[in-house]
């Protein structure tokens, strides 16, 4: 995982920052800004093209973590929190607002690239479930519309379920549409009849 990095900063100390800073390039990344409060970050354009984010905060705090989850639900990235102290509600919020990699009292140049591999590799597998997840809804609930339309002609028809299936499959046939969106039509013009 040795490729540039565009990495967005969140630091109010400016001292810790450039040392940081300077670790990240010295390992090929590029800084593309650094920010002081991570009340910002929603509205910073550099968050459509950083690929991690780096938040330093001495003591995180509810904002902090609210500010975070709101990034994790419009632009996701890859986000690696050092902070000096902690506790089990801190580590918690920071997991639930999407931090991937989560350290205490440990800023050291030389373990800052490590660090932002396993935030990349966590943040990847979180993602890689994230939409298995979301296909998986979404065939369920195709799934329960293709049922669904099947018992309304079943019902309104007097046919098998079988018979209704192959109506649903012919009309989509016809129509050059998908057996799903072909369901969710009979639903509705079930339900304008209704």
Do not use: W
């Not at 801190?90 to 800023?107: E, Q, R, T």
């Not at 649903?168 to 799903?180: E, G, Q, S, T, W």
């Amino acid at each position: 995982m040795n490729t540039a990095l565009k990495i967005i900063l969140v630091d109010k100390n400016t001292g810790r920052s450039a040392i940081l800073r300077r670790a990240l390039q010295d390992k090929g990344h590029e800084v593309i800004c650094r920010i002081e409060n991570s009340i910002h970050l929603q509205n910073s354009n550099e968050m459509t093209h950083a690929d991690v984010l780096i938040v330093n905060a001495d003591i995180p705090d509810r904002e902090v973590f609210a500010n975070l989850t709101d990034v994790n639900k419009t632009k996701p990235k890859p986000i690696v929190m050092f902070t000096e102290e902690s506790n089990s509600e801190m580590a918690s919020s920071a997991i639930k607002s999407g931090v991937n990699a989560y350290i205490v009292d440990g800023l050291e140049e030389r373990r800052v690239q490590p660090i932002i591999d396993v935030a990349i590799a966590r943040f990847r597998e979180f993602q890689a479930l994230k939409d298995e997840l979301d296909a998986t809804r979404n065939q369920l609930s195709e799934r329960k519309a293709v049922e669904k339309a099947k018992g309304l002609l079943m019902q309104h028809k007097g046919i098998s379920e079988n018979a209704a299936y192959q109506a649903l499959r012919k009309m989509a046939m016809d129509k050059n549409k998908r057996i799903v969106d072909v369901a969710n039509g009979v639903i509705s013009a079930f339900e304008l009849l209704a």
